[in-house]
């Protein structure tokens, strides 16, 4: 089960910082990816990590903005973050952390069978 925190409501330009943590397992050798679905559109990739190299990947949209990063403070390995910088108002939407085993960066929806219920981020206009 994986599940996401650090959604809300900022002002553009602002940032966030997202958290997809796995409950029983570790994120190791896994690939942990972001995406996110704005309301009457399909869900879209933002980043992917993997998680034993720390190997990234961005949709060009977030790139240079958000950045996907291993977070072991709590030495468990088992919490991925997304940090999300000079947030625009089409950022708004609900982001979802998803995780599969594997050792290359995806970017498509399907490749990935462990998602979380995602969290609202919005980004007034």
């Known amino acids: 089960q994986l599940v996401e925190s650090g959604g809300g409501l900022v002002q553009a330009g602002g940032s966030l910082r997202l958290s997809c943590a796995a409950s029983g397992r570790t994120f190791r050798n896994f690939i942990v990816g972001w995406f996110r679905q704005a309301p009457e559109k399909e869900r879209e990739f933002v980043a992917t990590?993997?998680?034993?190299?720390?190997?990234?990947?961005?949709?060009d949209s977030v790139k240079g903005r958000f950045t996907i990063s291993r977070d072991n403070a709590n030495n468990n390995n088992n919490t991925v973050d997304l940090q999300m910088n000079s947030l625009k108002p089409e950022d708004t939407a609900v982001y979802y952390c998803?995780?599969?085993?594997?050792?290359?960066?995806?970017?498509?929806?399907?490749?990935?069978?462990?998602w979380g219920q995602g969290t609202q981020v919005t980004v007034p206009s």
């Open positions: 990590i993997r998680y034993n190299t720390g190997a990234t990947g961005y949709a």
């Open positions: 998803a995780a599969q085993i594997g050792t290359q960066l995806r970017t498509a929806p399907g490749e990935y069978w462990l």
